[in-house]
């Protein structure tokens, strides 16, 4: 009798497990396939409301019945553990990556209930957000709610992730023929700041690099190879179309985010030479995408719509040439040494070392640089008539007046304050309500009539916004899952990809800010790395 009650409570169990995991994946499916080609009939006017209020519909749609379920699952896990003595561990055990996550969760809502900005103003709130952003306490909940549902209920399945892939063909080549004025969809008060289904070039910016950078995780990495071949082609084709896009679309945060993603594939690939080879197959592949629309610009010298300064540099100088060049001899190096067995990992180290030493030099030197120039305008020569030499409101696309005014808003709170911050997306509420005058007329005088939501720079953006609690948080949970999820990454390629795709998102953000198209796809990527990472550790107690 004991134990056909047993078996009973097993069978509930796995029924509830499985009805969650279908639940679950139907929502991931929406929020990879449906978020990103989802627009409406006002066009590009909107498009960031739309899709904004497209993501809260899902979510809340999916929890109403994922929270409910979930409830039932532990109970049922409750009853078998008192009859049997054993539970499931994955769901209820935690990692420091969770530990973050509930401190930010913590802090979030600590937030909202110290900010004095809860009531509705002409600019938003802080439950919904401000308003066409709509990042509050709500959607921050959301986020929070898809990490903690894949990594507990989601049961991986590998071919759900690869649903990216062609929802990123399809999304890149629209932004790049988009980028030359071609649009296949007739989408309304279409323009050179608008591209593909995504909407703003920097929201467009931000997905693109973070679903690339996983794609070209999975790759890199051999232990992610489909064994078909047409299965491989298709996945370099679409890797190509995603670089070739990125390097046109117009952001530069992308760009300096790909360069650093660059620097981070050699020092994981220079003591393997099979990985080291893909690395440079990887270069010749961006290198050739820049030469092609090198050759496209030529044919069409006035095609192109929007045209910014790292986009002339990547396709229209002679530096593709040159890094095409050099990445097919070192492709050649690598090849070699691998046939002949003379393959020396001290070498490629060495290189790596040297490499990333000199660009640290260089960074370095460009600070020292501007902050002399900014305290003594004209004291470096020729290089004081170059923008990026002086730190002004205009200096990096806008950041200076943007950085200026979200570390005032920080400085100005008091401990509670700067504990807490001003609350959940209220950055625009504190500057526009004019607690601090100096600081309104600041922003106003640079932007007129414009609301700034956001620093511009995700984590200082979070420091405002959530405290130093928060930032904590948040900034943990970031870190965390980026270093547990690469180092799984040697043995598991999903892994390693969400990984990737996290820390491609955390530094295109340096330059960049939260916004739901591409902040929901990093927080499924900490789901399923998490996942992953469950999965392997799996056991009863």
Same mark, same amino acid.
């Given at each position: ?49 739309? %899709?904004?209020?497209? $993501? ?23 009853? %078998?553990?008192?009859?049997? @003595? ?61 990490? $903690? ?49 995504? @909407? ?26 489909? *064994? *078909?071949? &047409? ?17 046109? +679309?117009?952001?530069?945060? #992308? ?18 030479? @099979?990985?080291?080879?893909?690395? $440079? ?18 044919? &069409?010298?006035?095609? /192109? ?10 396709? /229209? ?30 070498? &490629? ?70 504990? /807490? ?19 309104? +007329?600041?922003?106003?005088?640079? $932007? ?10 995700? &984590? ?26 690469? %180092? ?12 990737? @795709? ?12 939260? +916004? ?10 900490? #789901? ?14």
């Amino acid at each position: 009798m004991n134990r056909e009650k047993k078996t009973r409570a097993e069978q509930v169990c796995n029924a509830v497990r499985d009805l969650l995991d279908i639940l679950v994946s139907l929502y991931m499916t929406a929020l990879i396939v449906l978020m990103p080609l989802h627009y409406t009939e006002s066009g590009y006017r909107s498009i960031g409301t739309d %899709k904004s209020l497209f $993501f809260r519909s899902v979510s809340l749609t999916a929890y109403k019945l994922i929270l409910p379920l979930t409830a039932l699952y532990l109970l049922c896990l409750a009853v %078998k553990r008192l009859k049997s @003595g054993k539970g499931e561990r994955r769901i209820l055990s935690v990692s420091v990556t969770d530990l973050f996550a509930l401190l930010y969760l913590g802090a979030t809502v600590c937030s909202y209930l110290h900010t004095p900005f809860k009531q509705e103003t002409e600019w938003g709130d802080t439950f919904y957000g401000a308003y066409s952003w709509y990042l509050g306490l709500l959607t921050q909940l959301l986020f929070l709610g898809i990490y $903690f549902a894949v990594s507990r209920l989601w049961q991986r399945k590998d071919w759900m992730v690869a649903l990216w892939f062609p929802v990123m063909a399809l999304i890149t080549v629209l932004g790049y023929l988009n980028r030359f004025g071609v649009y296949p969809l007739d989408i309304k008060t279409a323009g050179p700041q608008f591209i593909s289904t995504i @909407g703003n070039i920097n929201w467009y910016c931000g997905y693109v690099v973070t679903v690339m950078s996983c794609a070209a995780y999975y790759i890199w990495n051999g232990l992610g190879h489909p *064994k *078909k071949k &047409w299965m491989r082609i298709a996945g370099i084709a679409v890797l190509g179309m995603g670089m070739a896009s990125l390097v046109t +679309q117009g952001s530069s945060s #992308g760009i300096v985010a790909l360069v650093l993603l660059l620097g981070v594939f050699y020092l994981l690939s220079m003591r393997d030479a @099979g990985r080291l080879q893909r690395f $440079f197959e990887g270069c010749i592949l961006l290198s050739g995408v820049c030469v092609f629309t090198w050759l496209v610009r030529k044919i &069409w010298p006035d095609a /192109m719509n929007y045209i910014e300064g790292t986009t002339e540099l990547l396709t /229209m100088s002679p530096l593709p040439f040159g890094l095409l060049g050099l990445s097919l001899l070192c492709r050649f190096w690598v090849c070699r040494s691998r046939q002949k067995g003379s393959f020396s990992e001290r070498l &490629w180290v060495m290189l790596g070392t040297a490499a990333w030493g000199v660009a640290g030099v260089a960074v370095l030197v460009f600070v020292v640089l501007l902050a002399v120039n900014t305290a003594r305008p004209g004291s470096i020569g020729p290089l004081s008539r170059l923008g990026a030499f002086t730190f002004d409101a205009a200096w990096g696309s806008n950041r200076g007046i943007t950085w200026t005014a979200g570390l005032t808003c920080f400085l100005n709170q008091d401990l509670g304050g700067k504990l /807490m911050g001003v609350g959940p997306d209220a950055m625009a509420l504190y500057i526009h309500r004019g607690v601090d005058p100096a600081l309104k +007329q600041m922003v106003q005088d640079y $932007f007129g009539g414009l609301s700034l939501t956001n620093a511009h720079n995700e &984590w200082l953006t979070v420091l405002i916004n959530e405290g130093l609690l928060g930032a904590a948080g948040y900034i943990g949970l970031m870190v965390t899952a980026i270093v547990r999820y690469l %180092k799984a990454g040697r043995e598991d390629a999903l892994t390693g990809a969400a990984g990737m @795709g996290i820390l491609a998102y955390t530094l295109n953000n340096i330059f960049s800010f939260q +916004q739901v198209m591409s902040t929901s796809a990093v927080f499924l990527l900490m #789901g399923i790395g998490e996942a992953c990472l469950r999965g392997r550790k799996k056991r009863r107690i």
